[in-house]
């Protein structure tokens, strides 16, 4: 790989190389153990498996500033007072950074990537100006866009939602937004669009009509399917499902939740599912849960990899370091046959506490580093196939023939009845929980 490691007139990770592969028993922090990107694994390389993407709104925007008190990270691309300035100074920090972590793909916000103007136009032109040099730094990088998004949740005028909202002219505002980050994504060759339902949800039951702003989602959502289809998007729609925060009540709960209404609305053709491993867990699931479902309803669209704390309920969105969540969600992934045009998003930030330049590149590689090794564990547990196996014997009876008859609708409850009536008392047959745990630890650690 011969990419130029920065290609703006400063350099500002310095002192830090690209990261390469060095393996298990290199003791440098700035190298990867396992994710080798070459690598074949399962038929692909660990590359187009995993098809990492690093996040602009945590890596280059959060300075760690929390509830309690402003930000810890002074950020290098912050040059002058001027917003579009320092938009530009942070896309070459940007592209200096996925070039150096060796990454193949990135994801924005449009408010990320270029300031808020005083107008729809002057954002507009912003976003434009912004996108213009986008374009050139992924020619000179090879960087591709896994998919753009709008922000509808900062600014003020969203405290009520966007699509949602019960003021038809923020609702405007939400369309003008999605509208232009729409025509941005098209621009840079995004292979994606979320949809995040930032504050689409709400707080309150009394002044709330749940179902006129449902409709209204439906509606909201059709029409940004319809105008990215007139544009040339020819990428998935995703909507990312999280169950609470900023709202009190988010509509898009969780997996199931989405997989509804999109049916419901006559979208599951062009939309997926964008599962975050923390909003999982913040809905009461793990992330393997919700993976699951998205891949049982064919709507397994793309991943934000991280992790929450298990000690509170809130969107920590820490880097992903747990093996063995990372194994069971890689295992539901490699079963599915892969993420497609999907990729892994590191939806994920260093603490405040983490106040140096080089632990931004620290929590990538770890992360990196996390899903590669669990990649490898998955494959053999998917290879081996003996965890299958054992799922697939407690089944075994609907492949007899009245089992088949059930599955496939030829019969009826009376005759489901009789035949309970004319059988002895099924007998116990045990779940094999504990044997089938034990066999994912002897994967993961033998
Ligand atoms: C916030 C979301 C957000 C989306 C993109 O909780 O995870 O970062 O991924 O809007
Ligand atoms: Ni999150
Ligand atoms: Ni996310």
């Known amino acids: 790989m011969s990419r130029a490691l920065f290609v703006g007139d400063k350099e500002y990770f ?18 990867f153990k396992a994710y080798d990107p070459d690598r074949i694994v399962a038929g692909r390389t660990m590359e187009e498996h995993l098809r990492f993407a ?5 890596t280059f925007c959060a300075d760690g500033a929390d509830p309690f008190g402003p930000g810890t990270r002074i950020h290098p691309w912050r040059v002058s007072d001027d917003k579009m300035e320092n938009a530009r100074s942070k896309m070459d920090a940007a592209f200096e950074f996925f070039t150096k972590l060796n990454v193949p793909f990135y994801c924005f916000h449009d408010r990320d990537m270029a300031p808020e103007g005083a107008s729809v136009a002057e954002s507009e032109f912003n ?18 866009l896994l998919w753009g998004t709008a922000n509808l949740f900062s600014h003020p005028r969203f405290m009520n939602g966007g699509a949602t909202n019960p003021n038809f002219a923020v609702v405007t505002h939400a369309g003008a937004q999605v509208k232009a980050a729409l025509d941005a994504t ?8 979320v949809f995040w339902g930032g504050r689409e949800g709400y707080a309150c039951l009394f002044n709330t009509d749940t179902k006129k702003e449902l409709d209204h989602l439906g509606r909201f959502l059709t029409m940004a399917r319809d105008y990215g289809r007139s544009i040339g998007f020819e990428g998935t729609f995703l909507i990312e499902p999280k169950p609470m925060e900023p709202m009190y009540h988010q509509y898009d709960v969780d997996s199931q939740t989405v997989i509804g209404f999109l049916r419901q609305h006559g979208l599951d053709e062009d939309f997926k599912l964008n599962i975050e491993a923390n909003h999982a867990t913040l809905a009461g699931h793990s992330s393997a849960h919700d993976l699951q479902m998205a891949v049982d309803a064919g709507m397994l669209g793309s991943v934000d990899a991280n992790r929450g704390n298990p000690q509170n309920g809130w969107d920590t969105d820490q880097f992903p370091m747990d093996m063995y969540d990372c194994v069971q969600n890689m295992m539901v992934i490699l079963a599915a046959g892969g993420l497609g045009s999907g990729g892994f998003n590191f939806d994920a930030k260093i603490r405040r506490e983490s106040t140096d330049l080089e632990d931004l590149f620290l929590g990538h590689i770890g992360g990196m580093d996390a899903y ?9 547990v998917v290879s081996d196939g003996k965890i299958e ?18 599955e496939t609708g030829g019969m009826g409850l009376a005759e489901l009845r009789d035949m309970a009536a004319s059988s002895p008392e099924p007998e116990l047959e045990s779940g094999k929980q504990e044997r089938v745990e034990n066999l994912l630890n002897d994967y993961m650690f033998s």
């Open 186 to 193: 098209v621009a840079l060759g995004g292979q994606n669009y």
């Open 14 to 31: 310095p002192g830090i190389g690209q990261i390469h592969y060095e393996g298990p028993d290199s003791d440098n922090p700035l190298s």
């Open 389 to 406: 196996e054992m799922k697939a014997a407690r089944y075994a009876s609907f492949k007899q023939p009245d089992g088949r008859r059930f």
């Open 54 to 58: 690093v996040c602009y709104w945590h």
């Open 372 to 380: 590669a090794r669990a990649l490898v564990i998955a494959d053999r």
């Open 127 to 144: 976003l434009e100006t912004m996108v213009a040099l986008a374009r050139e730094r992924q020619e000179a990088t090879g960087m591709k």
